[in-house]
């Protein structure tokens, strides 16, 4: 039986709870009327949901400039669904959203000029509300609506709503800035959804999987009404046939489908005991494969827990403080066959950009094919029972991974200086610790860690013996030499005492010249390799004669420039061992 008075204190109770929970949000709207307005200077200009969880207003996206947003009001940590004027932020006094008595909703600036609007018009009276779905809706008295937020999302997909062929989601710039980016989830003209990166004269698709098509990937082309949705239980459905859970599914955890700005498309679930979105689906599981994410001429790798950029040899980075600017060559290619040549970079490959790819080529035929085009760049080889030829006129979309299994080919100038396999060796290494740069977290099962495959390597160049005397010489140092100030430090002064013979304890170690002038270790072996401008010829005199010529001069030549760097007196000057990985991984080559 129903008890008015009972609904009364339930209602009472409720509204006293959701109060307190939400003690922060001084709102004092639940919804405009025409007529009246919110100022981006009155702190009480908010319109909430019923259920609070939903907050529309002005909010601040950096100095002075103010965006009308729809936000999560319970997490701790800004989360908005929606922006009206994410490009064109207003001014922090004077701007206001007006819902005007002709049934229009406008957004202007200081200046009164209009920066946005829902461009409708009713003759009835209208409110602007926001429903506890996250929908700011624009209705009229007789619920007919106008307008809706649901039909223009941003980045955000909330439950309930529909990514229909009209809309799509546009990423960030990035974590803090909110203007539109270059990634998008979209319907293509073929009516299967896909994620699109678009940035000045480049665009590519790069999801689902470019390479197949798309009943390959289970998907439907022959559905034209292009809607999709996830509802309540974390289920998305789409007419392309796409369809996933979340992990967590079931009725219960905050969901929303975020087209971020590292170019992944991810389900989040908000654990309310700690006020964190956590990941419960994501489109790639592997970020290297999004295109753009490290900028032309450079490789995206997957060391342990996060996403890296880094040039190859024979490139340097263009703008150490925008990686998405990529790489440049250090080097000019010449249009004459006979004034390039290749080296040669395994497990390596740059997507697309591919110029008159040739099946059934033999190495020699394709080697040949794009020495004779002056704008191939490089090329990949592959034999799948049969070679297929592919020349790259452009490097775009580079990463590295041990499970492709292919050799990338770079042209560079026939005078170029190369040794050990396929190693650049005409400038020293970067020890500028800008120049391999992290890009976040990998969300997914950690992939092989990078250090294992370098470790092989290391063995098979230093042999076992010299791995365990590593061990050693760093227990030993630390007992000898408390002056190490760093773990990098020390490796690099054991590496030298490994390959010069000499110990680094005394601090006059080597004494030579007319005057018997003495230096430290490290002295000598810098100035040593100073004098070779980038040639190898100096590597002799600085090895331990016991090795007796049994070793590749180009992988010691590295070794000891690996170890200057370490032991650089400017600390900050010094890469990490994560860093030195990387500088040994990229000597790796074949051919």
């Known amino acids: 039986m129903y008890h008015p008075k009972a609904s009364q204190i339930i209602a009472v109770f409720f509204f006293l709870y959701s109060t307190v929970s939400y003690h922060s949000i001084s709102a004092t709207h639940e919804y405009l009327r025409a007529g009246s307005s919110l100022s981006v200077e009155r702190s009480d200009g908010v319109i909430f949901s019923m259920d609070r969880r939903f907050s529309a207003g002005f909010y601040s996206v950096g100095d002075n400039a103010y965006c009308f ?7 701790i940590k800004f989360t908005p669904v929606w922006m009206a004027n994410r490009d064109q932020p207003v001014n922090g006094r004077r701007s206001t959203v007006s819902l005007r008595k002709d049934g229009n909703l406008v957004l202007t600036d200081a200046g009164r000029s209009i920066v946005w609007t829902t461009n409708t018009t009713s003759t009835s009276p209208v409110q602007l509300r926001l429903l506890n ?15 809706q937020s649901f039909d223009f999302p941003t980045d955000t997909l909330l439950p309930q709503q529909s990514l229909t062929g009209k809309s799509k989601l546009v990423a960030s710039q990035s974590r803090t800035n909110y203007s539109s980016g270059f990634y998008s989830f979209y319907f293509d003209n073929d009516n299967v959804l896909r994620l699109y990166y678009s940035r000045l004269e480049i665009t590519s698709v790069y999801w689902p999987n470019p390479n197949k098509a798309w009943w390959q ?16 239980l974390g289920h998305f459905q789409s007419s392309d046939d796409m369809d996933f859970f979340a992990s967590d599914f079931g009725i219960g955890p905050i969901r929303r489908l975020t087209m971020d700005f590292d170019g992944n498309l991810r389900l989040y679930s908000l654990d309310e005991r700690t006020g964190n979105w956590e990941i419960s689906w994501q489109a790639i599981p592997g970020l290297c494969t999004i295109h753009g994410l490290c900028g032309p001429n450079s490789l995206c790798a997957y060391p342990p827990d996060k996403v890296r950029c880094s040039c190859p040899p024979g490139f340097k980075l263009k703008d150490d403080t925008d990686w998405s600017q990529g790489c440049e060559p250090i080097f000019e290619l010449s249009c004459d066959p006979l004034e390039s040549k290749f080296i040669v970079i395994p497990d390596i490959d740059f997507y697309g950009y591919d110029y008159n790819i040739t099946l059934e080529a033999t190495l020699q035929e394709c080697q040949n094919m794009c020495l004779e085009l002056c704008s191939c760049k490089a090329f990949l080889y592959k034999m799948t029972g049969r070679g297929i030829c592919y020349p790259k006129i452009l490097l775009r979309n580079g990463y590295q991974s041990s499970s492709l299994g292919v050799k990338m080919h770079i042209k560079v100038p026939r005078n170029m200086t190369i040794s050990g396999g396929g190693r650049l060796e005409m400038t020293p290494l970067n020890c500028n610790p800008k120049a391999v740069v992290e890009l976040g977290e990998v969300h997914t099962q950690k992939v092989m860690n990078s250090s294992l495959k370098y470790l092989l390597w290391f063995v098979s160049v230093m042999g076992c013996t010299e791995l365990i005397s590593v061990v050693i010489g760093w227990w030993y140092l630390y007992k000898r030499n408390r002056g190490a100030s760093s773990i990098e430090q020390g490796y690099g002064i054991v590496l030298l005492e490994m390959v010069t013979g000499k110990r680094s304890f005394e601090s006059n170690v080597v004494c030579e010249g007319e005057g018997w002038e003495c230096k430290t270790l490290v002295t000598w072996v810098r100035e040593m390799m100073s004098e070779t401008n980038g040639r190898l010829g100096k590597i002799e005199d600085i090895l331990d004669p016991k090795i007796d010529g049994a070793y590749d001069v180009a992988k010691m030549d590295l070794l000891v420039r690996v170890a200057l760097c370490c032991v650089q007196e400017d600390r900050d000057a010094r890469p990490t061992m994560s860093q030195v990985v990387h500088m040994l991984l990229y000597d790796e080559s074949g051919d």
């Open 69 to 75: 947003t729809i936000w999560f009001t319970k997490p």
């Open 133 to 147: 779905t996250g929908n700011l809706v624009l209705q009229t008295s007789g619920n007919i609506i106008l307008w």
């Open 217 to 232: 990937l289970g998907r439907a082309n022959y559905n034209t009404s292009k809607i999709a949705m996830f509802d309540l």
